[in-house]
């Protein structure tokens, strides 16, 4: 079942992911996620990136 919320988006065009969007996909201060607009399907993803893919494994 998707798990979804609102938020505002601020005068720097920012917006804080909720906390029980983050705990769901685990990510924590100072991580990277790549943010992907799907045409297809007109959503924006957020989607965590591992460390073992920043490192190049």
């Known amino acids: 079942m998707p798990v979804e919320d ?4 601020s005068r ?3 917006v804080t992911i909720p906390s029980r969007i983050r ?3 685990n990510i924590r201060e ?5 943010i992907i607009y799907d045409e297809k399907e ?14 190049g494994h």
């Open 42 to 55: 007109d959503t924006v993803k957020i989607i965590p990136i591992s460390r073992e893919e920043l490192e």
């Open 6 to 9: 609102v938020v505002k988006v």
């Open 23 to 25: 705990q769901k996909i």
């Open 12 to 14: 720097n065009f920012q």
């Open 30 to 34: 100072g991580d990277l996620v790549r």
